[in-house]
């Protein structure tokens, strides 16, 4: 167990919806990142936030949005879905805002969603 | 960019099989590397890490170590285990890049 929590486990939903995907960081950590691990694209960095401040983004759709509130969890949310929006999205959280070489990111069991 | 290339599988073995799943990277500078395990229906585990050229990562009797020359982190356990099924990922971070770059997983089957 890496500390890192995610909400829902799953989610089904139907195209053209808006979900919102929770993550709560490991206890003390500041930064927490998204990923998307889909069948044809892999594991890809969407968003970083650090201490409640956008820090660096990926590759991330403008249909999607993220933020992180001042007790540090973080919402990713998901708009006008496709059905290419099904994938496993991962939340990460780290100690500090470093670049990903000097910290570790710490993983989430990630939310499965599929669009129907 | 950054990108890591990693052998996609399924790679079957027999319990107390070497393994030897290969990583070869390409990115600027001096990036980390890491190797990560997913179980089934679990998510990413850190397995090892290592963040300079000739250091070696190891646990729970994996190891890898960074080879700057060949651009590779290959991970290797001497006797796998039943146990050991998953899918790998090797990542690197750094490199200019924001985030970690992943390779495609390994999906490794070990059968008894």
């Known amino acids: 167990d890496s500390g890192v929590t995610q909400t829902p486990k799953h989610l089904i939903t139907a195209t053209g919806q808006r979900v919102t995907l929770r993550c709560s960081p490991r206890?003390?950590?500041?930064?927490v990142y998204w990923y998307q691990q889909s069948l044809d694209q892999g594991l890809q960095f969407l968003i970083q936030?650090?201490?409640?401040?956008?820090?660096a983004k990926g590759n991330i759709l403008e249909r999607f949005s993220a933020q992180q509130f001042p007790d540090l969890h973080s919402e990713l949310n998901l708009s006008s879905l496709e059905l290419g929006d099904s994938a496993l999205y991962f939340c990460?959280?780290?100690?500090?805002?470093?670049?990903?070489?000097?910290?570790?990111?710490?993983f989430g069991p990630g939310t499965r969603l599929l669009v129907l | 960019g950054n990108s890591v290339t990693q052998m996609e599988g399924p790679v079957t073995l027999s319990e107390e099989a070497f393994l030897t799943i290969n990583c070869t990277y390409t990115a600027t500078g001096y990036p980390s590397l890491f190797w990560y395990v997913q179980y089934p229906g679990e998510g990413l585990q850190l397995l090892l890490k290592?963040?300079?050229?000739?250091d070696k990562g190891s646990n729970k009797g994996f190891e890898a170590t960074y080879r700057k020359e060949t651009t590779s982190f290959h991970l290797e356990k001497g006797s796998v285990q039943v146990s050991d099924s998953a899918v790998y990922f090797c990542a690197l971070g750094g490199g200019g890049a924001d985030g970690l770059t992943f390779g495609k997983g390994t999906h490794l089957i070990i059968q008894p």
């Open positions: 290592a963040t300079k050229a000739d």
């Open positions: 206890s003390g950590d500041l930064s």
């Open positions: 990460a959280s780290s100690v500090e805002g470093g670049t990903p070489k000097e910290e570790t990111q710490y």
């Open positions: 936030y650090y201490n409640g401040e956008e820090r």
